[in-house]
């Protein structure tokens, strides 16, 4: 996955559902569904998070580390390698003619994806209306997080009136709340314990080198408070290198975010490239372990909790809703998306050749990202 995983996290995720839920089987397809719900609650790149958690339910710890690293390390080598492209010619034309064709594939893989595990999701009319209510909200700008929060909110609430009090509801209410603010507190107690101990280190004077240390401090706060995924990255990058501490041009920026977006894997490799110019091979590694190191506590910290969720019919209920806000929220990125990515009949065309491949013939999505990405160059050179 992380070799192959190319188009960000929707794409991985969409990838993941294929490979572990359809072709392997190591999960249910309601198991990824829970998973992504929590996945979307708290920070951090989700897919990374899906990764993480997976190697968990497969192997315990040891799996949790070992799925995490193998999902980042590809992704990591191969942004360095780029990077070092990149400082020695300074340039790295032939990304964006790959990424104009990777575009419009990694649409329809999504769009294949958001179908299935809508067919999952969606129970009911009520669920089915929720999930309307969410794309809608998500469109109109409404925070991705309020989102999740609000609707399995809603979720708890429509179980209340749907269903007749019984005695032991007060107390499996109480148990449901009580795993959930295990499952939300905890991981927020977390952030604003890593957030507080990095407010000093960003008071320390610039200079043209970056040190190493004030690499790791950056990425770790930021790995620590990044809600809504990779692309929310590049706000934060944008804002705290370029704005506050002036370390790199916008071009510079810009070109990590194209080396980001067209790189398999966790969008939050374009940390590996920036700690690359930054502070060279070392920074690369710091920056890499820095950014993605919450990811893992946050995991340590959630692993056990997640099956107790599903035992309260208030949680359930409040999951249920969850995953079809999720599911929601990765179709309104697919509008959002599409908007980029198809802009000339021949992308049009690219996107429908994959989502016929995909459909019809069931192809693997690497494949067809990757035929996207030649298909792009192929246009680039005529």
């Known amino acids: 996955m992380g070799t192959i995983a190319f188009g960000g996290p929707a794409s991985a995720i969409a990838m993941m559902e294929n490979e572990i839920v359809r072709k392997q089987g190591w999960i249910t397809r309601q198991q990824f569904l829970d998973i992504l719900g929590l996945t979307n609650l708290i920070p951090g790149p989700s897919s990374t998070e899906m990764a993480i958690y997976i190697g968990f339910t497969r192997a315990g710890w040891a799996g949790l580390v070992v799925a995490g690293a193998s999902f980042i390390l590809p992704a990591a080598v191969i942004t360095t390698a780029l990077a070092w492209v990149y400082v020695r010619f ?20 999504i769009v294949i994806a958001v179908w299935r595990l809508g067919k999952i999701a969606v129970r009911n009319s009520f669920l089915g209306g929720l999930g309307t209510l969410a794309v809608l909200a998500f469109l109109g700008k409404l925070n991705p997080l309020l989102i999740l929060v609000i609707g399995g909110v809603i979720g708890i609430v429509a179980q209340q009136v749907r269903k007749p009090r019984e005695s032991s509801a007060g107390s499996k209410l109480s148990t ?21 101990l990095l407010v000093t280190g960003a008071s320390v004077p610039v200079i043209k080198r970056v040190p190493l240390v004030r690499l790791a401090l950056f990425f770790l706060r930021v790995g ?7 692309y929310v990255l590049f706000a934060f990058v944008e804002q705290g290198l370029v704005r506050d501490h002036q370390w790199m041009t ?31 091979g070392w920074g690369a590694v710091v920056s890499t372990i820095a950014i993605f190191l919450p990811s893992f506590l946050y995991m340590m910290a959630l692993g056990p909790i997640l099956p107790k ?11 249920d809703s969850v995953n079809v806000c999720a599911v929601a929220l990765m179709a309104g990125v697919t509008v959002r998306l599409a908007g980029d ?5 021949p992308m049009c065309v690219i996107a429908l050749v994959s989502l016929a491949a995909l459909w019809r013939w069931k192809l693997n999505p690497a494949w067809v990202v990757l035929g996207g990405g030649i298909a792009g160059l192929a246009l680039s050179l005529a």
């Open 90 to 109: 300074g340039t790295l034309p032939i990304a964006e003619s790959l990424l104009q064709g990777v575009k419009p594939a990694v649409i329809a893989v």
């Open 176 to 196: 449901g709340m009580a795993v959930l603010k295990k499952s939300l507190l905890l991981p927020s107690f977390l952030r604003v314990a890593v957030t507080g």
């Open 224 to 230: 620590a408070v990044l809600y809504g995924g990779g």
């Open 250 to 280: 916008q071009r510079q920026v810009l070109d990590a975010i194209a080396i980001g977006q067209f790189t398999p894997g966790p969008l939050l490799s374009t940390a590996t490239f920036i700690g690359y110019l930054l502070g060279g």
């Open 309 to 319: 969720l599903r035992q309260s019919k208030w949680m359930a209920a409040f999951l």
């Open 341 to 345: 990515a198809l802009r000339s009949w």
